[in-house]
């Protein structure tokens, strides 16, 4: 479960990085910049990609970094863990992100709350099993 948690936690910033107003978000803020997990263990800089966004890791804690090395991956800052984020028909996010703990990619959604706040959503088992975040701006 640890696992599914922090891949959770990955997908909460597919969103981040998309300008507002596609999002809808009434602050009309742009969202394109770094974007950090609830514990602060993750920071992440979601840019232009394509005709979307991808997001690249820009900072993490050690113990981030040891838990990435156990799954197989050896440097975590520089690799990119979102792809193929795209706007769907409902005004919800949805893209690709790799779990570099678990050597996985999954597919997460997320919802901007406000120029400041975004909420990750991430679901397995055919939407059993979700989880729910907050994740906050850095820059």
Known sequence: MR???IAVIAAGLLSAGLPAQAQGASSGAQTFGVWSNPKGSVHVEIKPCGAGA?????????????????????????????????????????????????????????????????????CVLGGLICKSQVWTRVV
């Open 3 to 5: 696992h599914f948690a």
């Open 54 to 122: 991808c997001g690249y890791v820009v900072w993490a804690n050690e113990k981030a970094k040891r838990d990435a090395r156990e799954g197989g991956t050896q440097n975590l800052v520089g690799l990119q863990i979102f792809r193929d984020l795209e706007l769907d028909r409902s005004g919800v996010w949805r893209g690709k992100v790799f779990a570099p703990d678990m050597n996985r990619t999954f597919s997460g959604t997320a919802q901007q709350l406000d120029a400041t706040r975004l909420r990750a959503k991430g």
